[in-house]
């Protein structure tokens, strides 16, 4: 079955700057890779997804990229502000499955 | 509004207690999902349906059970609540492979 590694599990940053978030799947089979967030005491929303037919997508200040061939998989924000605060999940899809596999997640912490 | 609906949002039971979680999607969606979330965030796979009479266990081990007598509705349910089970619990719903999966608010258990 698919397993996705997530890094780092907690990231800090100041507000303004750049967080990238690095996932890792092993199933090459894979091609949707959405990702989450998960604010405090709520459920997770989808912000952004890619599939495995392009290799980056931007909306706004976040941006997903894919490479195939490493079988990884980013999530950059950029100019953060302290409302991005929150947990993130990636995760992986088999069109042949119909089960999300996420990674561990990763506590964003913004700093004003 | 289409939403996906979970019932109770918390509950506390005693221990040997039977108890069903309630988990309804005005979605149309075939594919319904539970998810357990442990305090360190990681989300567990538990059970899964791709449509009525369809049931299968997830990758995390369960002493659950769940049915889908109604495509709207995906019911779990635990025969005798232990402590071990405290945890918030996740259903999600979507439309098919490679397609946004859409989360209710949780059910967080306590079992004393």
């Known amino acids: 079955g698919e397993n996705v590694e997530q890094h780092p599990s907690t990231l800090s940053v100041q507000e303004g700057d750049s967080a990238v978030i690095k996932c890792t799947y092993s199933?090459?089979?894979?091609?949707?890779f959405p990702w989450y967030k998960q604010e405090l005491g709520k459920r997770p929303q989808l912000i952004i997804d890619?599939?495995?037919?392009?290799g980056e997508k931007k909306d706004q200040r976040i941006a997903v990229t894919l490479n195939k061939t490493a079988k990884h998989f980013s999530l950059h924000i950029t100019e953060t502000q302290p409302e991005d605060s929150a947990v993130y999940f990636c995760?992986?899809?088999?069109?042949?499955?119909?089960?999300?596999?996420f990674g561990k997640g990763t506590m964003l912490l913004v700093s004003p | 509004e289409a939403d996906i609906y979970q019932t109770p949002r918390y509950l506390v039971i005693g221990t040997g207690k039977k108890i069903t979680l309630e988990c309804s999607q005005t979605?149309?969606?075939?594919?319904m999902y539970w998810y357990q979330q442990d305090p360190g965030m990681e989300l567990h796979l538990i059970h899964y349906?791709?449509?009525?009479?369809?049931?299968e266990k997830g990758d995390l081990s369960s002493e659950s059970t769940v049915s889908r007598i109604r495509t709207e509705h995906f019911p779990l349910t635990l025969e005798s609540a232990r402590p071990s089970h405290t945890s918030q619990y996740l259903c999600?719903?979507?439309?098919?492979?490679?397609?946004?999966?859409?989360f209710g608010q949780g059910t967080r258990l306590t079992v004393v």
């Open positions: 890619i599939r495995s037919n392009v």
């Open positions: 199933d090459s089979a894979s091609n949707y």
């Open positions: 349906s791709y449509g009525v009479n369809s049931t």
């Open positions: 979605m149309g969606h075939d594919k």
């Open positions: 999600a719903s979507n439309k098919g492979s490679g397609t946004e999966a859409f």
């Open positions: 995760a992986a899809m088999n069109s042949g499955y119909s089960t999300l596999t």
